[in-house]
């Protein structure tokens, strides 16, 4: 068996549900500490962080791998062909909670520089891992928090890979350098509550907040750039009534968000949103949440080291993208100019029967590798 399997599958083992970390990072810091590598736990609100560094020979940049142990409930155990704890392989697939997303990409992180630290050559610069158990969740105590730790000592990480499952049909089809913006509010509009039948003793809220709902979705909020798709509004959540039919509401509440490109700032959106509102005549009040602002790693060095690793280790001419969701390397691109997520194969997260390609395990660690020996040389 592979080291990265043998790694992988102690770590799915481990029942690490958000932001219970179970032991993963003990494994992983274990390791790394008997490669010369100071590991640190760094504990905020009960969410445990690893940040483990190694110093090389010389100076030279840091490359930061950074990733997550914990993972999203299982779900239905009766709907899973196997335990979801239990790492089971089937058809050419390791099955498991976080098989994906990502303790197979953590997994091939550590192999990776274990093989390069073996091959004897040395590296400039400094090799690191930043490892949370709080992004499947708030994500308020995690990375964030080492961030914050590490910029208050003056640290500065230059590359960061982050093990997200990027890859669509075919390990390295895709990486993401950069990421939409999030940016959520909570709209509520007052109205008069009263009885159906007696409208004209009332003001139906839900009435009124119809022509500006149909507006703001219709909206072209921006076109996007080279790099970014255009921006969206979406509703998520919409809540009025008091159950019973014979009664207009007394207010509306709307929850909504953006996921928006550097074409848009979070002022002018939260700018546009209040215009409309206030030219329908609105009683409101509206409530903002930033969860995340965009960033974007433009080519340089270190995507053109992932891409060049890629294309030996794979074949493929890996698709520089920003779709998807947010990721913690929202919050690493604070301390860092140049962030990419590069993992396996997407399909299968966040569902029953979570898995991952036997074939990914290697190239996937490989890839790694080669990127290391890219970047630090000695």
């Given amino acids: 068996m592979s080291r990265v399997r043998e790694l992988a599958e102690a ?16 494994l992983v810091a274990d390791r790394l500490g008997a490669l010369g590598f100071a590991c640190e736990t760094i504990e905020s609100n009960g969410v445990t962080n690893l940040w483990a560094v190694r ?28 335990d979801p704890f239990v790492p089971t392989v089937r058809d050419g697939r390791l099955y498991g909670r976080g098989a994906a ?46 961030v914050e730790t590490l910029a208050a000592r003056g640290e500065r990480i230059d590359f960061c890979i982050v093990g997200e499952p990027t890859s669509v049909t075919r390990l390295g089809d895709t ?55 255009p921006t969206t509004w979406q509703v998520s959540n919409i809540q009025a009534g008091t159950g019973a039919t014979n009664v207009i509401p007394g207010r509306v509440t709307l929850d909504f968000n953006f996921r928006f490109s550097t074409a848009s700032t979070v002022e002018s959106l939260k700018q546009r949103v209040a215009a409309v509102l206030d030219a329908h005549g609105l009683d409101y009040t509206l409530d903002w949440s930033l969860s995340a602002l965009p960033f974007l790693t433009a080519r340089g060095a270190l ?61 996937l660690k490989n890839v790694y590798r080669r990127t290391i020996a890219a970047l630090l040389r000695a």
């Fill in 55 to 82: 110093a090389g020979a010389a100076a030279g940049p840091t490359l930061a791998f950074a990733g997550h142990t914990d993972v999203v409930p299982p779900g239905p155990l009766d709907q899973w062909a196997s």
């Fill in 11 to 26: 770590l799915i083992r481990q029942r690490s549900v958000t932001p219970d970390d179970q032991g993963c990072q003990a």
């Fill in 175 to 229: 990486v993401k350098n950069g990421r939409r913006g999030s940016l959520s509010g909570r709209l509520t509009v007052i109205g008069v509550q009263g009885h159906v039948a007696y409208p004209h003793l009332a003001r139906n809220p839900i009435h009124q907040l119809a022509p500006a709902l149909a507006e703001l979705a219709a909206a072209e909020w921006d076109r996007g750039n080279a790099h970014f798709p």
């Fill in 303 to 363: 995507c053109d080291a992932l891409s060049a690793a890629i294309l030996a280790e794979t074949g493929v001419a890996a698709e520089m993208s920003t779709t998807g969701g947010t990721s913690d390397g929202r919050f690493v691109a604070r301390i860092c100019p140049q962030v990419v997520e590069f993992g396996p194969i997407n399909a299968s997260i966040h569902q029953v029967d979570e898995h991952v390609g036997l074939d990914e395990l290697e190239p």
């Fill in 101 to 146: 997303d990502m303790k197979t990409s953590v997994a091939a992180f550590v192999v990776a520089i274990e093989e390069f630290l073996e091959a004897g050559a040395g590296h400039a610069g400094r090799i690191a891992l930043l490892l949370t158990s709080d992004e499947e969740g708030p994500a308020t105590d995690g990375t964030v928090r080492v």
